[in-house]
């Protein structure tokens, strides 16, 4: 059974920084692409970020240069260093996985195709 499991949310002030884990058990492929997403209140589920197999990266323009997404697979963690909060940034963050050979393309792809989810991370930031 695949699972994801976040953690490292919180609170911090508008400018600072935030790391977020997710680790991973029981995937048995060693070909994904694997993406972070996030969920504010009344809004849709976006991609933030992505990295894949071959160590592809991609960001939405939203957090370029101030996110950072890595992967240490000797744990089976996914990490996503977020720095220069600002509010807009608040959301419930959520890491997910998609089986596939191909891997990510240079932008976090829809929800619908991942396969696999963690159940979030609430980070909040105040101004």
């Known amino acids: 059974q695949v699972q994801l499991v976040e953690s490292g949310g919180g609170s911090v002030q508008s400018g600072g920084s935030l790391r977020l884990s997710c680790a991973v058990s029981g995937y048995p492929y060693d070909v994904y692409c694997m993406a972070w997403f996030r969920q504010a209140p009344g809004k849709e589920r976006e991609g933030v970020a992505v990295?894949?197999?071959?160590?592809?990266?991609g960001y939405d323009d939203s957090v370029k240069g101030r996110f950072t997404i890595s992967q240490d697979n000797a744990k089976n963690t996914l990490y996503l260093q977020m720095s220069s909060l600002k509010p807009e940034d608040t959301a419930m963050y959520f890491c997910?996985?998609?089986?596939?050979?191909?891997?990510?393309?240079?932008?976090?792809?829809?929800?619908?195709?991942?396969?696999?989810w963690g159940r979030g991370a609430l980070v909040t930031i105040s101004s």
């Open positions: 990295i894949d197999h071959d160590g592809r990266i």
């Open positions: 997910a996985l998609e089986n596939t050979f191909s891997g990510c393309g240079d932008r976090p792809p829809p929800p619908y195709n991942m396969d696999y």
